[in-house]
C-alpha cells in the first residue's frame, strides 16, 4: 500500500502536531513492512535530516509551493494520485480534489466550542476548512474520546465515522536526577530553583493568567519561594501576559524563555518541581503527559481532555480558582511524601500511552478505508 502523508509539519518548530507526525511514523518503522508498503512524505521543502530515522519505508515527495493553501488545494492531491497513492492521511484539511480516500486527524474544535480563544482571521479560517474536510474524509481520527465525542456532536458526524486514537509519550522524555537537571537549567537559562513550569503556546486558551495568579497567591499567601517558567512560542497572549507581570510586580520570579528546541524540554521538565497546565480545554495535552514520562507531578485543568490524560498522575483542579491552585503549590512544595506519590502515579500514568498501540489503530483505520473503496 502506498499512502500520502501531508508532512509539511516535520518541516518546522516544535508543536503538538508535530509530535504526533513524529511519533506515529516512527511507530509505523516497527509495525509496516517495507517491502509491502510505503509511505510518502509530502513536504513543500526537505524535512530536516535527523527528524526521522532512515528508512527504505519513506520516500520523500518535495513539492515547492509560494502558497500553502495552493499547496493543500491543488498539488497534494493531483500529485499524489500521480505516483500511485492508495489513500490520503492529513491534519485538518481535506481538499475537494481528491480523488483517493482520505483520512484527516482533527486534534480538537477548541475553535467552535469557544470561539473567543482565537483570533478572528484563524477563527474564520478554520470555520470554513475544518467541518467541510470532516464531511470529506472517509474517517476522521482525534487523539482522545474527550475530542471524538466533541467531533461527533458538534460537526454531526456518524459515530462510526469518528475514531479516537491517543497519543503516545514523545521521544526524548525520561527522568533525570533533579540536581543534575537544576544544574544544566542554571547553566543554560540562568534560572535557579526551586520553579514550577508551564509549556504551550502563550495563547488565552492556555490561560497562563491563572499559572501566574496562582503563583504570586502561593508566594504572598504561603511563603513559597518558586518561581514561575513559561516556555513556549509567544501567541497573541503574549503582551497581556507581560502586562500582568508589570501589574504584580512578578519580574524576579515570572520568566518568559520563548520558544526553546526539543531537545532542553527534558532538562526544564526535570528541573521543575512541578508542572502547571491550567489550559481550559485540549483535544488531548501533550505537556501534561512529557512531564509524567520524566516523573514530575502535574497541576492540570478538570477541562477537556486533560483528566483523561492525567488520571491519578496528577492533581486537577478548575481553571478558574487561582487560590485553590496556589494552595495546591504550597502543597506540593511542603509535603514530600505526596509529591513522592506522584511522581510514581506519573510514571506509571505515562507508560500507559504507546505510540505503537497508536500506529497499530491508525493502520486499521487504513485498511478499512481502503477495503471499503
Partial sequence: MRIAIDARLLTGAYTGDRTYWRG????????LNPDEHRLLLFSTKPIPQGTLPESPLWEPVVLPSRSERLWSLFGFPRTAEKLGCHLAHTQYTVSPLFHIPVVTTVHDI??????????????ILLRLTVPPSCR???????????????????????????????????????PIPKETAQAWVRKQYGIEPPHALGVGVLQPRKNWELAIRAVALAREHYGCPIKLVLTGKPGWA?????????????????????????????????????????????????????????????????????????????????????????NAIQTLMRNESLAQRLRTNALERARQFSWHQTAQRTWQVYQEVCQAE
Fill in 238 to 326: 503574549r503582551k497581556s501576559l507581560e502586562r500582568l507581570r508589570r501589574q504584580l510586580e512578578a519580574e524576579s520570579w515570572l520568566i518568559l524563555t520563548g520558544y526553546v528546541p526539543d531537545e532542553h524540554l527534558v532538562w526544564l521538565y526535570n528541573s521543575a518541581e512541578m508542572v502547571l497546565y491550567p489550559s481550559f480545554y485540549e483535544g488531548f495535552g501533550l505537556p501534561p503527559l512529557e512531564a509524567m514520562a520524566c516523573g514530575v507531578p502535574v497541576i492540570g485543568g478538570n477541562g477537556g481532555a486533560i483528566p483523561e490524560v492525567v488520571g491519578s498522575g496528577g492533581i486537577l483542579l478548575p481553571p478558574t480558582e487561582a487560590g485553590m491552585w496556589a
Fill in 110 to 123: 477548541s475553535f467552535l466550542i469557544e470561539p473567543r480563544w482565537f483570533p478572528l482571521k484563524d477563527r
Fill in 136 to 174: 470529506r474524509a472517509c474517517k476522521v481520527l482525534t487523539v482522545s474520546e474527550t475530542s471524538r465525542e466533541d467531533i461527533v456532536r458538534w460537526l454531526r458526524l456518524p459515530p462510526e465515522k469518528v475514531v479516537a486514537t491517543p497519543n503516545g509519550v514523545p521521544e526524548g522524555f525520561h
Fill in 24 to 31: 506515529l511514523l516512527k511507530a509505523f518503522l516497527n509495525l
